[in-house]
């Protein structure tokens, strides 16, 4: 365990906001309930951002930008999500010295402004489906607050999408819902479970929600993704209406999408450990550090030498940083690279110059069992190969983790012993009175309804009359 660092069995919490402040990935501003984002940090969420951006523009999403401000009575204009973001509203009254004539919301989502300037916009069934995504921040006036988690301000993407009919909508609904699993998975190395959510759970003003739940290392859910089917709710409330080809009028359906920087908390959560961060390989802002080591002067220039060569070779397919700092000590770099959680170090001296090698060693496996020798013949192949080998690896072990905190349960006690470690499976008859007093006794939310449901029936966990779906209930951020 690092001498920095609490323990995560001793206190998650704590560790938790320990390695975000020590790995640099952000800090407290002034602001309360805000955060600064550490160059680190920002880089690792420009490299979610990345990906992400890049699987919607392949799916046929433009991105657009939208204003911060939005007048309150455009909010009003849905009566449920206005009542679902009321408490959580920031509101501008005064502005240039004056009051103004219509309070502002500061952005707390976009449906609203969206909806508006999609009315102007769609005229005929040939506009039709209208794809567009933003990369904003957004302010929601939390109480309890947490770095990356859980912000007053924060910064996401919001997808907002119009189609001609209501399958087109729910079909896009479902396609970006997949696209956040496959980004969580292949990208993010997070297993993630896709479902709906319950009526009491899903977004203001939605007809459906999904989204996708991963479990944290301490057994509790973070929702890290949700899509949203909206009907044609928004539409009739901003008259979004189009000609179609019998020429008559009809409203769009639409759908709404969004990740935020709590990506970048799951990503901490999901594979750190008591030595610092441990960053999967494609997201990682550096993905391969190099360490010279050298003791005697006359070594300095031979190491140093062919620690640039190793990082030319590998600049060009890799995100690599030479440590060239002579004031510290090879230790002292190695548990510096070690918390800011860089997938792989290569070091090198003049033993492995002699021996035409260098030596790797993996981030997610602590001493000789993660070190290797790598002949500098076969750099360009073996190194991308090892960070492959430590995507897989963190991936695997983030599923085991959860499939051994994961249990089905069969009757209210096991259930009850089982949420405070994790996720439990039961029959969920769908009464929300059920689900308000399953959270009112153990804290437990449903976080979703698998899309995977095993099919027959059974009996509510808490009610005991007859059930049709299998509900994924846990403690959650």
Known sequence: MSDFLTAQKKDFSKWYTEIVLKADLADYSPVRGCMVIKPYGYTLWERIRDELDRRFKETGHVNAYFPLFIPMSFLEKEKEHVEGFAPELAIVTHGGGKKLEEPLVVRPTSETIIGHMYAKWIQSY???????????????????????????????????????????????????????????????????????????????????????????????????????????????????????????????????????????????????????????????????????IWRQDEERELVLQAARAVKERLQGQLRVHLDAREELTAGWKFNDWEMRGVPLRIDIGPRDIAKHQVMAARRDMPGRQGKSFVSLDNLEIAIPKLLEQVHQGIYEKAVAYRDSHTWEVENYNEFRGAVPRGFAHAWWCGDAKCEAAIKEETKATIRCLPLDQPGGEGHCIYCGEPAHKIAIFGRAY
């Open 126 to 292: 040939r506009d039709l489906p209208l794809l567009i995504n933003q990369w904003a921040n957004v302010v929601r006036w939390e109480m309890r607050t947490k770095l990356f988690l859980r912000t007053t301000e924060f910064l996401w993407q919001e997808g907002h999408t119009a189609h001609v009919t209501h399958d087109e909508a729910l079909e896009e609904t479902l396609r970006m819902l997949d696209v956040y699993t496959d980004f969580a998975v292949n990208e993010a190395a997070i297993p993630v479970i896709p479902g709906l959510k319950s009526e009491s759970e899903k977004f203001a003003g939605a007809v459906n929600s999904y989204t996708i739940e991963a479990m944290m290392k301490d057994g509790k859910a973070l929702q890290s993704g949700t899509t949203h089917f909206l009907g044609q709710n928004f539409a009739k409330a901003f008259n979004i209406q189009y000609l179609d080809e019998h020429n008559e009028l009809q409203y769009v359906w639409t759908t709404s999408w969004g990740v935020s920087t709590r990506m970048v908390g799951a990503v901490v959560m999901s594979h750190g450990d008591d030595q610092g961060l441990v960053l999967p390989p494609r997201l990682a802002p550096i993905q391969v550090v190099i360490v010279p």
